[in-house]
């Protein structure tokens, strides 16, 4: 097999070591399913794998995969691609926005590449649109982040599902200390995630240490083999969408929203969100972030050999 080529890239950061660590192969044309799945396990972080569009309509194809299972999408990973693409000269984004569309399995989405003067390249994309579902008793998730049920609600709102292209539970936590601290047992929130059949839960706090900042967040996916991200786009738009729904953040057509995550695990950062709305419902999510090439490289694949026995 002829060497494949390979970047680790850090989504949602201007500079290396600070963002959301992803593995991409800017061209698997000659990867298997299987494959990709044996190298993201043992790469261990989430990865993208782009590929020929099969729709007329897109410009390419793009595969997540998490170290268990292929998802749906990825937004940290829409991230990373793309700038892998940009760092290899596949794409040259221009300051009024190269336009560009991405075949996933949620659909074909719409990416904008685009090159402010000076400045890092801008990504900015669609999430799929905000599916609601069932609100959890506050009790139900306090005994899994061991806090008290009284400060796992916004008011009189609890937790509740939301998709933005990943099944999310989403987590007021009204004290900020309580939401900095460490939140209970990793085992005890896998099963929470397991039990409501969510891939990961999605905790915020509005209380923040600066001004130009809305939203301090926290995402625990240990069902998919993290146990903390230090940030994931499409729980950040689940996050958002609640927060309009529920007037957590003042409502209008389109509302800016810039978050501030990743500080227990040594890598703050910051993510903004664009949510638009028609009334008092949320019809998009989009996010608009950059990022940085850790490593680029070129790997063979090579078939396992069986161990030959004394």
Known sequence: MASIPVDIVDAFAEHPFTGNPAAIVPDAAD???AAMLQLTDELQMEAGFVLP????????????????????????????????LVDRGVFRPVPEGLVLRQETRAGVLPVVLTAPSPGPVQVTFDLLPPRFGEPVPAAQVAAALDLPPSLCKYEEHRPQRISCGFD???VPIADFTAARGVLGD??????????LGVGGIACFCTEVTSPDVDLYCRF???SEGKNEDVISATSLGAIAAYCLDKG???????????SEQGHALGRPNRAEVQVHMDGR???????????SVVLRGEFELLEARAAVGA
Not at 186 to 195: F, Y
Not at 281 to 291: D, M
């Open 31 to 33: 990867l298997s399913e």
């Open 281 to 291: 419902r949320v019809t998009r999510v989009s996010l608009n972030a950059t990022g």
């Open 53 to 84: 569009p099969t729709r007329p309509n897109a410009d390419l194809r793009l595969r997540f995969f998490t170290p268990r299972r292929e998802a749906t999408l990825s937004g940290h990973v829409i991230v990373a691609a793309f700038i892998s």
């Open 248 to 258: 957590v953040i003042p409502r209008g057509p389109q509302v800016r929203i810039v």
């Open 168 to 170: 999310t539970l989403v």
């Open 220 to 222: 625990f996916f240990p």
């Open 186 to 195: 990793m085992e005890a929130i896998r099963r929470l995630a397991d039990s």
